[in-house]
């Protein structure tokens, strides 16, 4: 009880730090017609400090493997993530429409130029850059907000200055962001944050226009960190502001680079496995830049977690396995956003769907929409397919995929690919046959196979797409944080994690209901007095989540 206390009085105390935020808002209307202006924008930004305590420390991945040498090239193919043949050629859609035909040659020893002359980058091949023009004017038809937001602050150039490094996905969505932040004055240095889901043609794309892109699909772990390196390490070009999506690049700048790291003005997190690293950080008082949590949001909650994964879960199963789901009975391990999407899907498509749980709240929900919360181990011997999304580690340990039946299938839907133990795989006892991309059969002595996909990484992009749309709405949100802390007067932002008030996210949600033909219904000044708000919001209080 005291702790909820606690947690009451500091909601409290960041509801009075940020009632001035409502009025300088009050002039910003939620309705389509929206106008905004940059410099509104900025000084009506007061994000809320959050001091969330992380129950479990997320450790520092090992010395040896990440920051405390340097890639070699003579070492990178012995880190090859597969077994089997190399992963880099295509199946889905999500992959690069010329991967099967190219050469096995390593990006990284080839010799590249783009048609300004330009060799600063590294992708599978520059010349699959038409192909990936299509594919970001095809994702710019469903991203009408972003583009609402680019077309209203270019003039501006709030970014006018900004030294972006990224280390997202490099989707074609992504892609629109990027080019946002470009548009808005930035310059921008980019690479993967999974080593499965860059979409070749759409980092070729990029890489034409200017964009230096280290990525390609099927890089191996040392392709990985060199790929990171190269874009932090430039010379004559120093980042000031980082984009990340896990918190690799976060990471490897502050162990590699410390006097590079001090001198960023902000960092923007958008997984919950990056935040999760940025509080240990700030916990541990070695966070020494304001650190901006978008996975937080209610906009990155609520409808890229959630609505994302409701519909990219049966797409990349479908798109890797052809399984059919009515009467399977399949493990989703987690109930948080991402894990109600999927068992919605699921249990729509007539699956018998059971899930694992450490939080009691989350189990309650679970049991209450219809699910039969149990221990793994209950029944390990009977299900078909098991989903992980906790953004914990071994989660589905050697053990219990040992006792798994013939043709079970075991994939992940949290960000980090160490929800299941795939390194207890690479035994000598068990074959691995490849028979798809992204799609290995690891087959134990006595002929029982498991099919494992994407070899334990994020299965809706490494195995399929995902909806533009709800891509959006996050691009939005992070747009708005990097702008809003690149532009932030000094003082403005501790050395901690912040997230963003809600009237930023309903500003984000109201720029996207007008694909909807929404119309939202005002309050009257009566209604207003009633409830507390400003008729304009926002609506809900900053602790709300």
């Given at each position: 009880?005291?702790?909820?206390?606690?947690?009451?009085?500091?909601?409290?105390?960041?509801?009075?730090?940020?009632?001035?935020?409502?009025?300088?808002?009050?002039?910003?209307?939620?309705?389509?017609?929206?106008?905004?202006?940059?410099?509104?924008?900025?000084?009506?930004?007061?994000?809320?400090?959050?001091?969330?305590?992380?129950?479990?420390?997320?450790?520092?991945?090992?010395?040896?493997?990440?920051?405390?040498?340097?890639?070699?090239?003579?070492?990178?193919?012995?880190?090859?993530?597969?077994?089997?043949?190399?992963?880099?050629?295509?199946?889905?859609?999500?992959?690069?429409?010329?991967?099967?035909?190219?050469?096995?040659?390593?990006?990284?020893?080839?010799?590249?130029?783009?048609?300004?002359?330009?060799?600063?980058?590294?992708?599978?091949?520059?010349?699959?850059?038409?192909?990936?023009?299509?594919?970001?004017?095809?994702?710019?038809?469903?991203?009408?907000?972003?583009?609402?937001?680019?077309?209203?602050?270019?003039?501006?150039?709030?970014?006018?200055?900004?030294?972006?490094?990224?280390?997202?996905?490099?989707?074609?969505?992504?892609?629109?962001?990027?080019?946002?932040?470009?548009?808005?004055?930035?310059?921008?240095?980019?690479?993967?944050?999974?080593?499965?889901?860059?979409?070749?043609?759409?980092?070729?794309?990029?890489?034409?226009?200017?964009?230096?892109?280290?990525?390609?699909?099927?890089?191996?772990?040392?392709?990985?960190?060199?790929?990171?390196?190269?874009?932090?390490?430039?010379?004559?070009?120093?980042?000031?502001?980082?984009?990340?999506?896990?918190?690799?690049?976060?990471?490897?700048?502050?162990?590699?680079?410390?006097?590079?790291?001090?001198?960023?003005?902000?960092?923007?997190?958008?997984?919950?496995?990056?935040?999760?690293?940025?509080?240990?950080?700030?916990?541990?008082?070695?966070?020494?830049?304001?650190?901006?949590?978008?996975?937080?949001?209610?906009?990155?909650?609520?409808?890229?977690?959630?609505?994302c994964c409701r519909e990219s879960i049966l797409d990349g199963l479908k798109r890797t396995t052809d399984v059919m789901f009515g009467g399977k009975q399949v493990v989703v391990c987690g109930y948080g956003e991402v894990g109600k999407g999927c068992c919605a899907a699921l249990k729509a498509l007539g699956a018998i769907v059971y899930i694992t749980e450490i939080d009691p709240i989350c189990a309650l929900q679970a049991c209450m929409d219809g699910f039969r919360v149990v221990k793994l181990n209950e029944v390990i011997r009977q299900v078909d397919i098991i989903i992980t999304c906790t953004g914990n580690k071994n989660v589905v340990t050697r053990d219990q995929l040992?006792?798994?039946?013939?043709?079970?299938?075991?994939?992940?839907?949290?960000?980090?690919?160490?929800?299941?133990?795939?390194?207890?795989?690479?035994?000598?006892?068990?074959?691995?046959?490849?028979?798809?991309?992204?799609?290995?059969?690891?087959?134990?002595?006595?002929?029982?196979?498991?099919?494992?996909?994407?070899?334990?990484?994020?299965?809706?992009?490494?195995?399929?797409?995902?909806?533009?749309?709800?891509?959006?709405?996050?691009?939005?949100?992070?747009?708005?944080?990097?702008?809003?802390?690149?532009?932030?007067?000094?003082?403005?932002?501790?050395?901690?994690?912040?997230?963003?008030?809600?009237?930023?996210?309903?500003?984000?949600?109201?720029?996207?209901?007008?694909?909807?033909?929404?119309?939202?219904?005002?309050?009257?000044?009566?209604?207003?007095?009633?409830?507390?708000?400003?008729?304009?919001?926002?609506?809900?209080?900053?602790?709300?989540?």
């Amino acid at each position: 009880m005291s702790e909820a206390t606690g947690e009451m009085k500091q909601a409290s105390k960041d509801v009075k730090e940020s009632e001035n935020v409502a009025e300088k808002y009050s002039a910003l209307t939620v309705s389509k017609n929206t106008e905004m202006n940059m410099e509104e924008l900025s000084s009506a930004f007061s994000a809320v400090p959050t001091h969330k305590p992380v129950k479990k420390q997320i450790q520092f991945v090992e010395d040896k493997q990440e920051f405390s040498r340097f890639p070699t090239k003579a070492g990178r193919r012995s880190l090859s993530r597969s077994i089997s043949q190399s992963s880099t050629d295509s199946y889905s859609s999500a992959a690069s429409y010329t991967d099967s035909s190219d050469d096995e040659t390593s990006p990284r020893d080839k010799t590249q130029v783009n048609s300004k002359g330009s060799s600063d980058f590294c992708v599978k091949n520059i010349k699959q850059a038409e192909f990936g023009r299509r594919e970001i004017e095809i994702a710019e038809q469903d991203m009408s907000a972003l583009l609402a937001l680019r077309k209203r602050a270019q003039s501006e150039k709030p970014l006018a200055g900004a030294k972006i490094v990224g280390c997202t996905h490099i989707t074609a969505q992504t892609a629109v962001l990027i080019e946002t932040l470009v548009a808005l004055g930035a310059q921008c240095r980019w690479t993967a944050c999974n080593i499965y889901s860059t979409q070749n043609e759409v980092a070729a794309a990029l890489s034409e226009i200017g964009v230096a892109v280290f990525a390609w699909k099927g890089e191996s772990e040392d392709d990985f960190w060199w790929c990171i390196d190269r874009c932090v390490n430039n010379e004559g070009w120093q980042p000031n502001m980082i984009l990340d999506d896990g918190g690799d690049l976060t990471h490897w700048m502050y162990k590699k680079y410390p006097n590079v790291f001090k001198k960023i003005r902000g960092i923007v997190e958008e997984s919950v496995t990056g935040v999760h690293r940025l509080y240990q950080l700030s916990k541990a008082g070695k966070l020494c830049v304001p650190a901006m949590n978008v996975n937080d949001s209610v906009t990155k909650q609520k409808f890229d977690n959630l609505y994302c994964c409701r519909e990219s879960i049966l797409d990349g199963l479908k798109r890797t396995t052809d399984v059919m789901f009515g009467g399977k009975q399949v493990v989703v391990c987690g109930y948080g956003e991402v894990g109600k999407g999927c068992c919605a899907a699921l249990k729509a498509l007539g699956a018998i769907v059971y899930i694992t749980e450490i939080d009691p709240i989350c189990a309650l929900q679970a049991c209450m929409d219809g699910f039969r919360v149990v221990k793994l181990n209950e029944v390990i011997r009977q299900v078909d397919i098991i989903i992980t999304c906790t953004g914990n580690k071994n989660v589905v340990t050697r053990d219990q995929l040992d006792r798994m039946k013939n043709g079970s299938i075991v994939c992940n839907m949290g960000h980090s690919n160490t929800e299941i133990d795939v390194a207890s795989l690479r035994t000598p006892e068990l074959t691995w046959e490849r028979v798809r991309s992204q799609v290995d059969h690891v087959i134990w002595p006595d002929g029982k196979r498991v099919i494992l996909l994407a070899e334990g990484r994020l299965l809706n992009l490494s195995c399929s797409t995902v909806p533009t749309f709800v891509l959006s709405i996050t691009a939005t949100t992070q747009a708005l944080a990097m702008i809003e802390l690149y532009n932030a007067p000094e003082g403005r932002y501790k050395q901690d994690v912040y997230l963003l008030p809600k009237k930023m996210d309903e500003y984000v949600a109201s720029l996207h209901l007008a694909t909807f033909d929404a119309h939202l219904t005002e309050l009257s000044d009566e209604q207003a007095k009633y409830l507390g708000l400003n008729k304009n919001g926002p609506f809900k209080p900053n602790y709300y989540r």
